[in-house]
């Protein structure tokens, strides 16, 4: 069975600074797919910025960047010039590839919250 | 596009009441997802469907819960009778194979005295 485990409960950051929130996984899946969410006190759950395991190279959005390192089933997420509106809890995501065209579920993280300060 | 459409926003009930979740599905997407939020169990998924059919349900709690998907555009989740312990956030979700992303409607707060 697949696990998702965040580590961190909780992140501080001052505005316009970096940050990194860590997340490791457990698979012996060979392709897959990794998603951050992130949720603000509104409570909608909305897609920061997902990555494929076949891709080698690093998905980015804007100011958020993963660190994808497949071999150590580590899945980081960077959000550079951290602004006020990135306050939230932040959740690593896994999923299996679709089977004859069916989606499969979502495995969370337990999940960081992360707060901006002025 | 309005997303997914979840109703109602909020749900109070007494304890053995039967309770019933509401969901549209982003027209075009061919998976529907239930998932829970607790803060001791964390986002768990309940059940999800493809093409309107159950795939996988391992994750509903007991026989008190049920989902139903009549059409492609309305799923439901009833709880009968409801419990304390049934109280969380119940998040509907849907998504399509070609993009492997799911879109999470606002949710659903349900709160059982």
Redesign the interface.
């Known amino acids: 069975a697949q696990t998702v485990t965040q580590s961190q409960p909780e992140m501080s950051v001052q505005d316009a600074e970096t940050v990194t929130l860590s997340c490791t996984y457990d698979t012996s899946e060979n392709n897959y797919y990794l998603f951050w969410y992130k949720q603000p006190p509104s409570r909608q759950m909305i897609l920061v910025i997902r990555q494929e395991a076949y891709k080698q190279q690093n998905a980015t959005e804007n100011r958020f960047s993963v660190n994808f390192q497949k071999a150590a089933k580590s899945f980081s997420l960077k959000i550079s010039d951290s602004q006020l509106g990135d306050t939230a809890m932040y959740f690593c995501a896994f999923m299996k590839p679709p089977i004859s065209y069916n989606t499969d579920k979502l495995i969370f993280g337990t999940g960081t919250r992360l707060q901006v300060f002025p | 596009d309005a997303g997914v459409i979840q109703s109602p926003r909020h749900e109070v009930t007494e304890m053995g009441q039967e309770v019933t979740l509401r969901c549209k599905p982003i027209s075009g997407h ?2 529907l ?1 239930w ?1 829970r939020q607790t803060m001791m169990r ?4 309940l059940i ?1 469907f ?1 093409n309107n059919v159950p ?2 349900d391992s994750g509903m709690p007991e026989d008190r819960f049920s989902a139903k998907m009549p059409n492609a555009s309305f799923s439901t989740l009833k709880i009968q009778p409801s419990e304390p312990r049934d109280s969380a ?1 119940y ?1 509907c ?1 849907s ?3 070609s993009s ?5 409607g ?2 659903t ?1 349900l709160t059982v005295t």
């Open positions: 061919n998976s997802f998932y964390g986002l768990e998924l999800y493809n795939i996988d956030v998040f979700a998504g399509t194979p492997y992303e799911q879109y999470f606002p949710g707060r």
